[in-house]
Every structure is written in C-alpha cells, then in structure tokens.
C-alpha cells in the first residue's frame, strides 16, 4: 500500500517563498517521473513543474526561474521551492509520482493536495 503525504502549504505575502514537500512511504522502490501540480478556483488543474527519473526537469512558463522542483530518492520525497510568489499563483497543489511498488510495477500517485494562498 502506498501514501503520499504533501505538506508546506500555507498563506504568503506576495514575494515570499514557501518549499512545498511530498513523502511517498509504503512498499515502494523508486521514483520514477513526479510532477506538480495546481488548481486555481475555477481553472483546470496545470502542470507547473516535473522531473524525470534522471533528474531532467521542465517548468511552465509562468513559473520559470521563480520554482524549483528537486527529489530525494533515500526519502522518497519530492519537493517543490517556491520563490518570488504572486497572487496568480495562488491555488491547491498537487503531486503526481510515478511509483514502482515491490511487486515492480509501476503506477500514477496523487497527493492530497495543499493550499497555497499568496496576498497581494
């Protein structure tokens, strides 16, 4: 069984920075390709950042030299550093890991998702 378990959300002023943390526990190997994601009050949920398993990483072009995505593969963990953070990027955040299991298959994740809220 696996569980992802996303923290660091919170409110910011405009220009703050939050880091935002996913920790995948259960019976897992590696992870493979992670994302993050955001969905702004009625908007569709966007990619914002993603890593390959050899560390390749792409960015939306609204978060370009202001985010970084990063992993820790002892922690199973993937975090997402949010710098220079304005009002439009406001929204709730999600990570999305591809898992290999003990069973050595590989699947989709979702974490629960965090709220991030950047004042004006």
């Known amino acids: 069984q696996v569980r992802l378990v996303e923290s660091g959300g919170g409110l910011v002023q405009a220009g703050g920075s939050l880091r935002l943390s996913c920790a995948a526990s259960?019976?897992?190997?590696?992870?493979?390709?992670a994302g993050w994601y955001r969905q702004a009050p009625g908007k569709q949920r966007e990619l914002v950042a993603a890593i390959t398993r050899g560390g390749s990483v792409n960015y939306a072009d609204s978060v370009k030299g202001r985010f970084t995505i990063s992993r820790d593969g002892a922690k199973n963990t993937v975090y997402l550093q949010m710098n220079s953070l304005k009002p439009e990027d406001t929204g709730v955040y999600y990570c999305n890991l591809d898992l290999m299991t003990r069973d050595l298959r590989v699947n989709a994740y979702w974490g629960q998702g965090t709220q991030v809220t950047v004042s004006s």
């Open positions: 259960g019976s897992i190997l590696s992870i493979n390709n």
